[in-house]
């Protein structure tokens, strides 16, 4: 069982910056990735970033430049750096997770989500 605890959503302004954070906690192996997705009104969830344990990262073609994702394995806390931040931005913003148990298994747990308002 997993647990994923978002912070850092909120109202900004356009041209903003917000830093998300989602830390795991529970039972598990190990976490192989952390990610960020984000899910607009009338949208389908779109992938946004994510950061395997070993630092490497992947981002969408549609954040390159502006999001920045890091993590804190030791905390096993991964954040979001958003800047530059456009109305279009506004979305309720997910934290996922990846663990592995034993037997070898791969489980994928969510945060409850985190809304970001991108608005003058």
């Known amino acids: 069982q997993v647990q994923l605890v978002e912070s850092g959503g909120g109202l900004v302004q356009p041209g903003g910056s917000l830093r998300l954070s989602c830390a795991a906690s529970g039972s598990f192996r190990s976490i192989n990735l952390m990610g960020w997705y984000r899910q607009a009104l009338g949208k389908e969830r779109e992938f946004l970033a994510r950061?395997?344990?070993?630092?490497?990262?992947n981002y969408a073609a549609s954040v390159k430049g502006r999001f920045t994702i890091s993590r804190d394995n030791a905390k096993n806390t991964v954040y979001l750096q958003m800047n530059s931040l456009k109305p279009e931005d506004t979305a309720v913003y997910y934290c996922?997770?990846?663990?592995?148990?034993?037997?070898?298994?791969?489980?994928?747990?969510w945060g409850q989500g985190t809304l970001v308002t991108v608005s003058s």
């Open positions: 950061v395997f344990s070993d630092g490497s990262t």
């Open positions: 996922n997770a990846v663990v592995e148990t034993m037997p070898l298994r791969y489980l994928e747990f």
